[in-house]
């Protein structure tokens, strides 16, 4: 293994990752999404400050999450840093398989972090991971496409204006399809998207008994209402598309809206990746008069696995991709619209970044999640586009596998319902609910 020892005698000038130390070569799981990609280009600065180097495993969303999750049940020791969420924080934190980030220097300020973020990632009001980037959803629009339907979107529409403006906007001759949404199954794609907007619509997964949902008009209200959008107004193979592939239809010019999450705003936006980058507004995700809106919460966070012997090492490498520092390196390379969003209170206090035409929208919408009460009807379960308990991401992931199915026309909306309501009581039952 090389030994930095100029770029560790360099490091001092950074007091905080100043840890005089054998250099290590950390391995890092993390999803293939476009901030996540940048910071694999910055690396080099990290080893230049502290000596060490990084070995990244670039996954795709579903595959990253079973990967870590199979990993650090198994104690299999793959990974020295692990990208996850505020589903797994918590519930990993509890089963003492993450090292706490208690420790971090007062000059990384901890406070810093926005209070959803930190809450989110954090059990007993200790840190267990650090918010690479934060997000809720909204939508996103063609400002030209919704113009040329004769209509205005409001900061804060209704899925009945959605819907009604989607199928104005869309005109498949030249392939332009008034809404892409996701469908591609997983918990953390279609059932992301699906579980906030059915909060929206009054449905909920169970009742205050544990007791699924599914066999309730509001989830036969919440997905017959989004099949028959996608079939009218989508574009063609919804089922398959999550994040990254609607991302690339929006950037192509072909989605009129697409509601997802706020870190897109960036790369939609962005002249050197998007065709319509000087045409996109952003509006709150749509409610229907209920009280709630279907916006979610999340963080990308980085996480140390209990048991890797690079700790110190991982906890410099978090604490550069995390800190006020890197938002800095990004935003002096690629501008402000481009550095991670969402997870410091700095940054939306920074007049630069006030300027970027998302910034705002972004908060706004993460500030107006509420994972203690995401529902109409009251809940036993913390967690918007998702139920914080650790049975979740095994039932989701089947749910979704019946909820495209259903989008891809391989079975009725009833069907799909029908075998989700039947497949989590079975699941809940076993767990002992």
């Not at 840093?81 to 918590?90: K, L, N, Q, V």
């Not at 010019?253 to 319509?276: E, L, R």
């Not at 999640?369 to 308990?389: E, W």
Request: hydrophobic content about 40%.
């Amino acid at each position: 293994m090389a030994f930095h020892t100029r770029a560790l005698l360099g490091a001092c000038a950074v007091a905080a990752l100043c840890v005089p130390a054998t250099a290590e070569t950390l391995t890092i799981a993390t999803v293939n999404n476009g901030d996540m990609i940048r910071m694999q280009g910055l690396t080099q600065d990290f080893t230049d400050k502290t000596g060490h180097d990084v070995e990244w495993v670039t996954l795709e969303e579903n595959v990253l999450r079973q990967r870590v999750t199979q990993d650090i049940a198994a104690k299999g020791g793959q990974f020295d840093i692990m990208t996850i969420g505020m589903y797994e924080t918590p519930i990993w934190g509890k089963q003492d398989w993450l090292v706490a980030l208690d420790d971090l220097p007062a000059s990384y300020d901890t406070d810093d972090i926005l209070p959803a973020m930190r809450g989110g990632l954090s059990l007993d009001g200790k840190l267990y991971a650090a918010p690479f980037y934060g997000e809720s959803s909204m939508i996103m629009y063609r400002t030209d496409l919704m113009e040329k339907a004769g209509l205005e979107m409001p900061d804060a529409p209704t899925w009945e204006f959605v819907a009604d403006a989607a199928r104005k906007m869309t005109d498949k001759d030249n392939e332009i399809y008034g809404i892409c949404l996701r469908g591609k199954a997983g918990w953390g794609e279609n059932m992301a998207f699906l579980t906030a907007t059915g909060n929206a619509f009054g449905a909920r997964w169970f009742d205050m008994d544990w007791k699924p949902q599914f066999d309730s008009p509001q989830w036969k209200e919440t997905l017959s209402f989004y099949i028959d959008l996608l079939n009218e107004a989508g574009p063609p193979g919804a089922s398959t598309n999550g994040f990254n592939e609607n991302l690339s239809l929006f950037q192509q010019g072909k989605c009129g809206m697409w509601i997802d999450a706020t870190v897109a705003a960036s790369f939609v936006t962005n002249p050197a990746d998007s065709t319509v980058a000087d045409k996109v507004g952003f509006a709150l995700a749509p409610d229907t008069g209920l009280g709630k809106r279907g916006n979610w919460l999340w963080a990308w966070a980085l996480a140390i696995p209990a048991g890797t012997q690079k700790e110190a090492a991982a906890k410099q490498f978090i604490e550069w991709a995390t800190s006020k520092e890197y938002l800095e390196l990004v935003a002096s390379k690629e501008g402000w619209a481009n550095v991670p969003p969402g997870t410091r209170t700095s940054l939306y206090e920074n007049p630069e970044y006030a300027k970027v035409p998302f910034a705002k929208m972004t908060l706004d919408s993460i500030n107006s999640a509420d994972p203690t009460n995401p529902t109409v009807d009251p809940v036993p379960y913390i967690g918007v586009q998702f139920v914080a308990i650790p049975e979740f991401a095994g039932i989701a992931t089947q749910v979704g596998q019946e909820f495209s199915a259903a989008l891809a026309g391989q079975q009725t909306v009833d069907e799909a319902l029908a075998k989700a309501q039947t497949l989590t009581a079975e699941e809940m039952e076993a767990a002992g609910y």
